[in-house]
């Protein structure tokens, strides 16, 4: 399971992001530390090239304009016609009409391989109007394995709900991954960062359910390791630990994964 970071690291697979201006920067320093090739390619003239020869493309929805979301559903369906992987980051659905309806608007038009959000994102996505507090989801009560379910159904495809617990669901086979830090919540960007380094792993395997919950417990690894360096009240050190500690990850790390099989119910 976990000789992907090996194969990751040999592959080195350009993803395709498109996001926001907030974590741009932090996503293309964690896509290198992790051993991906990262790239931000905004342009509706030429994101259908880009994603042609991407491994993956990951739409962000964090700082949404219409030129952009025009450009995500480009490159979404460039993506589609060559076969490379689409996770969509639905950043604050539930927070604004807009966002919610750019997310199912996407869905729509893209054939979405995995889409990643908090739990309140997930349920607006689907329908269920939970409160969201700008881009934070808080703390929302309710199943969140029933909700990937659901949700992986509904738009079949991949689904993972992060907190602290991440649940991850193709809709017959559902995971539960427990590793991960609190100083995760401190740092803006790791849930945005998630999803593109899940976009590198889809990028070297078909098989999604398992390609992600191997970047979901190796994220969690490698925030538990930066947190031991760095003190409780330290986001800044944890930002620069995390970063290294992607970079030094590999398959030895597995035996720390807290990762557990749900099989659903008949
Ligand atoms: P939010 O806006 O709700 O913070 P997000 O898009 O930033 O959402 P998160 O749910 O914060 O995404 O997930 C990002 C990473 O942080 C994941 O690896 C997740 O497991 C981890 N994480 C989130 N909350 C906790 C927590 N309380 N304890 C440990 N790890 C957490
Ligand atoms: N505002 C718009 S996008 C964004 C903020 C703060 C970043 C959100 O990043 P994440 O990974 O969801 O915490
Ligand atoms: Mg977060
Ligand atoms: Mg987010």
Do not use: W
Not at 37 to 58: C, D, H, N
Not at 157 to 185: A, F, K, P, R, W
Request: proline share 2%.
């Amino acid at each position: 399971m976990f000789e992907r970071i090996t194969r990751l690291r040999n592959q080195e697979p350009l993803v395709h992001n498109i996001t926001n201006v907030v974590v741009t920067n932090f996503t293309a320093n964690g896509l290198y530390a992790l051993g991906a090739s990262p790239v931000m390619a905004y342009a509706k003239e030429e994101v259908a090239e880009m994603a042609q020869i991407a491994g993956a493309v990951v739409l962000n929805i964090g700082t949404l304009t219409e030129d952009q979301i025009e450009a995500m559903i480009i490159a979404g369906k460039s993506a589609n016609q060559n076969g490379v992987p689409v996770v969509l980051d639905p950043v604050g659905a539930g927070a604004t009409t807009y966002r919610t309806s750019t997310a199912r608007n996407i869905l729509e038009k893209v054939d979405v391989s995995l889409l990643r959000g908090n739990a309140a994102e997930v349920s607006n996505v689907v329908g269920e109007q939970i409160a969201m507090k700008g881009v934070d989801s808080g703390n929302i009560q309710g199943n969140h394995i029933d909700l990937a379910q659901k949700a992986a159904e509904l738009f079949q495809c991949t689904v993972v709900i992060t907190g602290q617990t991440d649940v991850i669901s193709n809709g017959e086979d559902t995971y539960t991954v427990s590793n991960g830090h609190s100083l995760l919540t401190k740092v803006t960007g790791t849930g945005c960062l998630l999803s593109s380094v899940i976009g590198a792993f889809l990028a070297i395997d078909q098989n999604h359910i398992h390609a992600a919950v191997v970047a979901v417990s190796l994220y969690g690894i490698a925030a538990e390791k930066a947190a031991q360096k760095a003190g409780t009240n330290e986001p800044g050190r944890f930002q620069m630990e995390f970063l290294n500690e992607l970079a030094k990850l590999n398959e030895t790390d597995g035996p720390l994964a807290k990762i557990n099989h749900l099989q659903k119910e008949a």
